[in-house]
């Protein structure tokens, strides 16, 4: 896929992000703090469009010298066609820009896909968060991209 455009989101992207984040997870964050993500100067919230829908999302926080992703998302029938890169892509670019020194991220032990993704751009499994994951219980890996 080559036209996919990533920018920062907007208030009035809210639904488009919340249908992604129920559409991708057990238990999906709740609007309020998805809200958070584009309020405050701490957190970055990136929307990835396709003509004039979004398909994709991260959000992440920043704090000292790390950005901790919270969720990536997107639509199912449009993931592996390099959505979730670009917008990982863009994060890097951000981190880098702020002078972090890493961005680390949990990822379900079970979601090979993701943890794929990540170690595609250098991210590391670095150790194991014990029942991390509720709906099911399960533990996550933690991964780190040392910038």
Known sequence: MTDILIREARVSDIPAIMSLETGAFSVPWP???LRDFIEYSDRLCLVADVGNESVGYLNAMFALDEYHIGSLAVKPELRRNGIGGALVRELIKYACASDAKYIFLEARE???????????????????RRNYYESPREDAILMTLYL
């Open 31 to 33: 609007e309020n703090l």
């Open 110 to 128: 079970s979601n090979s896909a993701a943890r794929a993704l990540y170690a595609a751009f250098g991210f590391e499994e670095v150790s194991k």
